[in-house]
C-alpha cells in the first residue's frame, strides 16, 4: 500500500520519488521469485516421489503437502497412467519398473520389517517377517525394495 | 531421490534461470556501488538513517545485492552506479595468472564465476575492455583450476574431500561431485552392483527423519 500512495504522489509531480517506487518493486519481484522457485522446487520434488516410491504416498509425507500439492500429485499421476497405458500395446508398459536393467527373474530378497502377509501370482502368501530370507518374481518386489522393506540380496 | 529429482539448473552466461535455487543464492552476493542522486526514504530501508523522512545524499558508497542492483540500474544511469568488487580487479588478476589453483575461491565470494558473468549486464564506461579482459581471465582461471578438479574428482573414492572441496567455488563444487558420482557409478559397477534395486535415498532419509521425531 505504501507503494500505491507514493505512485500516486509521483504521479502528481514529484519525480524523485520514481526511485522509490522501483526500489520496493524490485523488492516485490524478489520476494515473488523466491516464492515461485520454491513451490517449484517443492512440485519437482513430489514428482519424484512418484518414480521412486509408487503411487501410494505414506501419510508421514501426506501430512507435509498442501491441498494444492496433493491435487498436483494426483493429476500428475494419471497423466502418467494414462501415458504408460498408451505406450507398449495391450496392456501398456509400466515405465517405473526394472529402473536398472534386470539379470534374472528372479530375485532374493531380504525382509527389514514386518510387513504382514504379501501375495503372488500363483496364489500362495508370504509372510514377510523380519529378517526372513524369500525368492521372489522381481517384478513384484521391486516397489517393496524400493520402499526400504524388502533388501535385495546378491548372491 | 537422487535419481530422479532435477533442480533447475543455474543459468549460462549473462543470464540467469528465474526458478533456480542456485541463481537466487548467487544474486543475493552483495556489489559494492554509489548513490547517483539523492535517494529520499531509503535510508531507513537500508539501514543507514533514524527518521523515515531522510535521505541517502548523493555520491555515498552502498553496498546492494545484486538482483537489487540489476532492477534499480538503467541505461540513463540516474539511480546507482555499480563497481567491481576487488576480486574482479587488476590486483587480483595478476594473481590468478600467476597461479591460478592457490586462490580459495570459496572465500572470495562462493559465485566467482556465476557472479561475475552477471556484472557484464552492467555498462559501465570501462566495461568492453574490462569485458574482454574479464572473460579471457576467467577462462583461463577455469582451465587452470579445471584440470586439477578433475583430477582429483576421479581419484578420490570413499575418501573424505572436505580438504579438496574447501578451496572452490560453487560452480566447480558442482563439477566435483559430477566427477565423484561418475566414479562412483562405476565402481559400483566392477563391483557387481549396478543391477541390484535399493531402496531410494528419499525414503531412507525419511526413515532417519521419523526415527528422530520418535526419540526426541
Not at chain 1, 507514493?6 to 516464492?35: M, P, Y
Not at chain 1, 513430489?46 to 501419510?59: D, F, K, Q, T
Not at chain 2, 570413499?158 to 574447501?166: C, G, I, K, Y
Request: hydrophobic share 35%.
Amino acid at each position: 500500500e505504501r507503494n500505491q500512495a507514493d505512485v500516486s504522489e509521483a504521479k502528481s509531480g514529484r519525480t524523485d520519488l520514481i526511485f522509490l517506487i522501483r526500489f520496493r518493486h524490485c523488492c516485490l519481484l524478489r520476494n515473488q521469485r523466491c516464492l515461485l522457485a520454491y513451490l517449484y522446487d517443492r512440485l519437482l520434488r513430489i514428482r519424484a516421489l512418484r518414480w521412486e516410491y509408487g503411487s501410494v504416498l505414506p501419510n508421514t509425507i501426506q501430512f507435509h503437502m498442501s491441498a494444492e500439492e496433493v491435487e498436483w500429485f494426483n493429476r500428475y499421476k494419471k497423466s502418467l497412467a494414462t501415458y504408460m497405458r498408451s505406450v507398449g500395446g495391450e496392456e501398456g508398459l509400466d515405465l517405473t519398473q526394472d529402473i536398472k536393467p534386470p539379470k534374472s527373474l528372479y530375485i532374493e530378497v531380504r525382509c527389514l520389517k514386518d510387513h504382514g502377509e504379501f501375495e503372488i501370482d500363483d496364489g500362495t502368501t508370504i509372510l514377510l517377517k523380519k529378517n526372513s530370507q524369500h525368492f521372489l518374481p522381481r517384478w513384484k518386489c521391486e516397489q517393496l525394495i524400493r520402499q526400504g522393506v524388502l533388501e535385495h540380496v546378491l548372491s | 531421490m537422487s535419481d530422479s529429482y532435477f533442480p533447475v539448473v543455474p543459468g549460462l552466461g549473462m543470464e540467469e534461470n528465474f526458478l533456480s535455487l542456485d541463481d537466487i543464492l548467487m544474486s543475493q552476493e552483495k556489489l559494492p556501488g554509489r548513490a547517483e542522486s539523492a535517494l529520499p526514504r531509503l535510508a531507513v530501508l537500508l539501514g543507514q538513517g533514524g527518521g523515515s523522512a531522510e535521505s541517502v545524499p548523493e555520491g555515498s558508497k552502498l553496498e546492494i545485492p545484486l538482483w537489487l542492483a540489476k532492477g534499480l540500474h538503467d541505461s540513463k544511469r540516474r539511480i546507482i552506479s555499480v563497481e567491481l568488487p576487488k576480486i574482479y580487479k587488476e590486483a587480483w588478476r595478476t594473481v590468478f595468472s600467476a597461479d591460478a589453483n592457490v586462490v580459495d575461491l570459496h572465500k572470495m565470494g562462493p559465485y566467482y564465476y556465476g557472479f561475475g558473468s552477471q556484472l557484464l549486464n552492467f555498462e559501465n564506461p570501462e566495461n568492453p575492455e574490462i569485458a574482454q579482459t574479464d572473460c579471457v581471465c576467467f577462462l583461463q582461471t577455469f582451465i587452470a583450476r579445471f584440470r586439477r578438479i578433475m583430477d582429483s574428482s576421479q581419484n578420490a573414492y570413499n575418501e573424505d574431500t572436505s580438504a579438496l572441496v574447501a578451496r572452490l567455488d560453487e560452480l566447480e563444487r558442482a563439477l566435483f561431485q559430477v566427477g565423484q558420482k561418475g566414479l562412483n557409478d562405476f565402481q559400483c559397477w566392477e563391483k557387481g552392483q549396478a543391477s541390484q534395486i535399493t531402496a531410494s535415498s528419499l525414503v531412507q532419509n525419511y526413515g532417519k527423519r521419523k526415527l528422530a521425531e520418535v526419540d526426541g
